[in-house]
């Protein structure tokens, strides 16, 4: 595990989070940031990515208007700003980091993983 993730927890639908992910092993400045889930019974899904710069991200339709990625590279962290959680949104959030330019929404194509956080919205 070369990422952490954290800032899961239980929230009442229409609650907000905010997940971090940082690392103590490389700079993010050199790397594409992802943010994945795992629903229970479910493959995992990308959520959003940002640039190595932070100017440039991408959403999946789900997180679109509700989510906001957002990156700090003096404090080598990435942020997930959650809002009007729902129910479906129930999953383990992992972050995820990628040695090259493009953002892409494919797992497979990160390098490097944190260990996932939970997060919980109640209905």
């Known amino acids: 595990v070369q990422l952490q993730a954290s800032g899961g927890g239980l929230v009442q639908t229409g609650g907000s989070l905010r997940l971090s992910c940082t690392t103590s092993i490389f700079t993010f400045d050199d790397y594409v940031i992802g943010w994945f889930r795992r629903a229970p019974g479910k493959g995992r899904e990308f959520v959003a990515a940002i640039s190595r710069t932070g100017e440039r991200t991408n959403y999946a339709d789900s997180a679109k208007g509700r989510f906001t990625i957002s990156k700090d590279n003096v404090k080598n962290t990435v942020y997930l700003e959650m809002n009007s959680l729902k129910p479906e949104d129930t999953a383990v959030y992992y972050c995820?980091?990628?040695?090259?330019?493009?953002?892409?929404?494919?797992?497979?194509?990160?390098?490097?993983w944190g260990q996932g956080t939970l997060v919980t919205v109640s209905s």
């Open positions: 995820a980091a990628r040695r090259r330019t493009t953002i892409v929404d494919k797992d497979f194509m990160y390098d490097y």
